[in-house]
């Protein structure tokens, strides 16, 4: 099949050289364009364009998916289908062009999980098991018709980056799968909408640390938000960043009070039960062990997290 991928993140490395590297004919790379990074502002590639022009494969950048141009180039090359992974909502103009027409790999178990952060909810939320969806495109976003799914057990170490990565290869397998089926007729199965939840995008408000929750809601909430964004809170007026976290079942009171600070943890209380503070970052400095933190910061008893 001559396919067209189109993506941006690190995520859908995996699916792209899966594809590169199959009997598939790729005929094209869609991604954004270059845009400033880092303190030099000097302009990248998104992963996915530099492995385009690292590996010669056409690579179209394209700074609006509804523009004519980029219809008109893309029908030019024929395609007989759009491998879409971690990229923008493809309007109907682009949906139908290939012959096979356009699938998208999701990273939850469709219905579950529609929207923008399928990832980070299901950590947030404390759930064992996820998965991976490669669906049939249609202007309703992740509505498509199921054509291949796989589940996968969430471990009580995943983070946002360890669990990102897992289903990056796991997804890059299934991509293959969900073609051949495409290539042999099978079109994928209705969802259910009843069972049908949201991921919304995250918002910067939702970064900041309720001592008011309990212990174990905090430490999913940063499970599912590290390395980024990051939960944040404050410390004598500082902003910290928290990274990695342990929950203990023990009460001490106030949410938000520190209640023990040795060399290896900070203790915090919540609502029900207490948080240690493995690893975190003070604003403007390095993100530290809690252990090298401690040996430059004295914290004292009782003081309070938060704004």
Same mark, same amino acid.
Not at 13 to 35: D, F, G, M, Q, T
Not at 59 to 64: C, N, Q, R
Not at 67 to 83: A, N
């Given at each position: ?168 290869? #796991?997804? &890059?397998?299934?991509? =293959? ?7 042999? @007729?099978? %079109?994928?199965? !209705?969802? +259910? ?75 915090? #209380?919540? &609502?029900?039960?207490? =948080? ?7 604003? @403007?400095? %390095?993100?530290? !062990?809690? +252990? ?16």
């Amino acid at each position: 099949m001559r396919t067209i991928f189109m993506g941006n993140p690190e995520f859908a490395i995996p699916s792209l050289r899966a594809i590169k590297n199959s009997s598939y004919n790729l005929v094209a790379v869609v991604s954004n364009p270059p845009k400033p990074f880092g303190r030099k502002r000097l302009r990248q590639l998104t992963p996915v364009g530099q492995y385009a022009r690292d590996h010669n494969i056409l690579f179209i950048e394209a700074s609006s998916v509804k523009s004519e141009d980029l219809k008109v180039k893309l029908s030019k090359l024929k395609p007989d289908i759009f491998v879409v992974v971690a990229y923008k909502i493809l309007p109907p103009s682009l949906i139908n062009i290939p012959k096979y027409g356009s699938i998208n790999l999701h990273a939850s178990l469709l219905p579950k999980y529609r929207g923008a952060a399928p990832i980070q909810w299901s950590l947030m939320n404390g759930d064992k098991e996820t998965g991976i969806t490669v669906f049939q495109i249609k202007p309703s976003v992740d509505t498509g018709d199921i054509v291949a799914q796989k589940k996968i057990k969430i471990s009580d170490e995943d983070n946002m980056q360890t669990l990102s990565k897992r289903l990056s290869i #796991s997804g &890059s397998n299934l991509v =293959l799968d969900a073609m051949k089926k495409i290539e042999q @007729g099978d %079109k994928g199965i !209705p969802q +259910n909408t009843n069972h049908a939840t949201k991921a919304p995008k995250i918002e910067k408000e939702m970064t900041l640390i309720n001592w008011s929750w309990t212990a174990t809601k905090i430490h999913n909430w940063i499970r599912g938000l590290t390395p980024k964004p990051g939960m944040s809170t404050y410390i004598n007026g500082k902003r910290i960043r928290v990274y990695e976290t342990k929950v203990l079942n023990s009460d001490y009171g106030k949410p938000g009070a520190i209640v023990d600070v040795n060399k290896d943890n900070i203790i915090v #209380s919540t &609502s029900k039960g207490s =948080l240690s503070l493995l690893e975190i970052q003070l604003e @403007g400095k %390095k993100k530290l !062990p809690v +252990n090298d933190f401690l040996k430059g910061y004295d914290l004292k008893l009782g003081t309070v997290l938060g704004r």
